[in-house]
């Protein structure tokens, strides 16, 4: 596509339940990234695949979260049992390969736990 | 690991210039990134430094000094739409690790 796709771009969800975000990156970008930003705060660094393989989940929060990748597109970032402090933005960019910093950005999931 | 500080929040008045200062620890540094975030928006990429020295585009200019660990981002002729958050941030192996960002408030 043109850009980074996100979907949905907003999600309420009851504590407890499991939701799944997805991102759509640009057409023969190899290299995608999930970032979280919760209220006035920066963004922070989840997890990052080039093409299906994640070499650093290192900021996943918790085992529940976890994410995938297939075909070398599409991303699902998956949250478990969701809590009220999981509330924020979660942002997804894409760029043409690891290393390289041209990132772009979708427009991010509003995800609000009630 | 990583250390990025900015600012909080910054208020300059329309037509003034206004400089954001950035310091960071890291290992690993691969360049530094100011990106703008404008209220509900995603971020969109302003300048990338790797090299010491000062970086010009248009209006907005950037600042580098590795041995120091520090940046700046200097905006001039502010207009109200720079309104926005500022958002430094470092290259570090494969990926961009952000700061927190400085919210900047433009006075008419």
């Known amino acids: 596509g043109a850009g980074v796709s996100q979907s949905p771009s907003n999600k309420v969800t009851e504590k407890g339940k499991d939701v799944e975000l997805r991102c759509d990156p640009i057409s023969g970008h190899t290299a995608l990234y999930w970032y979280r930003q919760s209220l006035g705060q920066g963004l922070e660094f989840l997890i990052y695949f080039q093409g299906n393989s994640a070499p650093d989940k290192s900021g996943l929060p918790s085992d529940r979260f976890s994410a995938e990748r297939t075909g070398g597109s599409v991303s699902t970032l998956t949250i478990q049992r969701t809590q009220q402090e999981d509330s924020a933005v979660y942002l997804c960019?894409?760029?043409?390969?690891?290393?390289?910093?041209?990132?772009?950005f979708g427009s991010g999931t509003r995800l609000t736990v009630v | 690991g990583q250390n990025i500080d900015q600012p909080t929040e910054m208020t300059a008045t329309e037509g003034a210039i206004v400089q954001i200062n950035c310091t960071y620890q890291t290992s690993g540094f691969n360049g530094l990134f100011w990106y703008q975030q404008h209220a509900g928006e995603a971020p969109t990429f302003l300048s990338y430094n790797v090299l010491d020295g000062l970086e010009e585009k248009g209006r907005f200019s950037s600042f580098l000094s590795r041995s120091k660990g520090y940046s700046y981002l200097l905006l001039k002729e502010l207009q109200m739409k720079d309104s926005a958050s500022y958002l430094c941030a470092v290259g570090r192996d494969d990926k961009i690790i952000f700061g927190k960002g400085t919210r900047l408030h433009i006075l008419p």
């Open positions: 960019a894409s760029s043409p390969a690891s290393g390289n910093y041209g990132y772009t």
